[in-house]
């Protein structure tokens, strides 16, 4: 499965501040997302990063609060926009590949452990 | 969209025995079925997935059951290990597009 580094692992901000989270992959993949965890809860999808093109949002979630970017095959970045206590949460990215391209089912980047005070 | 419904929200095993994991999804075009095992603080790992041409996939005590019919799939942990203990949560998906989590299930092993 392919390798996924995400940064930063942690990080206590202010409200009002944003924080974009980056997410690079080794290898090539055909999709990528990002979920939202809140604690004690399930994985919520936020949106798919489309490469080259805007992000597809869930409902709930909207562009202004979470720009994505996903300038190529392998990389992606997620802002959390105009903080508030209630964005605290952990942030994870996710990709699937193909079997033709050696990276087959879906993978999680470890994870970004967000404060908001 | 798809919804996926995950039973029981806590589960507790003695040492030795079998635990089985239910969950339900609401749309019959999903073709993905895989199962997630979360430590306190790590990621997601993937530990079995299903596609719908399948009905039952084993790996070593690990097994995973789905009926497509009645939309239902089940995983099968045997001769349970304190390792086992985690948290679990079921998906589901169709081909390479979004998964869809259920709400989880905490697995605790009784030594």
């Known amino acids: 499965s392919a390798v996924i580094s995400q940064k930063p692992s942690r990080d206590i901000c202010q409200r009002g501040t944003s924080l974009t989270i980056q997410c690079q992959v080794d290898?090539?993949?055909?999709?990528m997302f990002w979920y939202r965890q809140q604690p004690g809860q399930s994985l919520t999808l936020i949106a798919t990063a489309n490469q080259g093109s805007e992000a597809t949002y869930e409902s709930g979630f909207v562009i202004d609060k979470f720009p994505i970017s996903r300038p190529n095959l392998t990389f992606s970045t997620l802002t959390v926009s105009n903080m508030s206590p209630e964005d605290s949460s952990i942030y994870l990215c996710s990709v699937v590949g193909t079997e033709s391209l050696g990276n087959y089912g879906y993978t999680f980047g470890s994870g970004t452990r967000l404060t908001v005070v | 969209g798809e919804n996926v419904e995950q039973h029981p929200s806590t589960l507790s095993v003695q040492e030795g025995d079998s635990a089985v994991i239910k969950c339900t999804y609401s749309d019959s075009a999903s073709n993905y079925f895989p199962w997630y095992k979360q430590e306190l603080g790590k990621r997601p790992q993937l530990i079995i997935d299903?596609?719908?041409?399948?009905g039952e996939k084993k790996d070593q005590r690990i097994a995973v059951t789905l009926n497509k019919t009645a939309k239902h799939f089940s995983l099968h942990i045997t001769e349970t290990q304190p390792e086992d203990s985690a948290v679990y949560f079921c998906a589901a998906s169709f081909g390479n597009e979004k998964l869809t989590f259920g709400t989880g299930t905490r697995l605790t092993i009784i030594p």
């Open positions: 299903i596609r719908s041409n399948v």
């Open positions: 290898s090539q993949v055909t999709m």
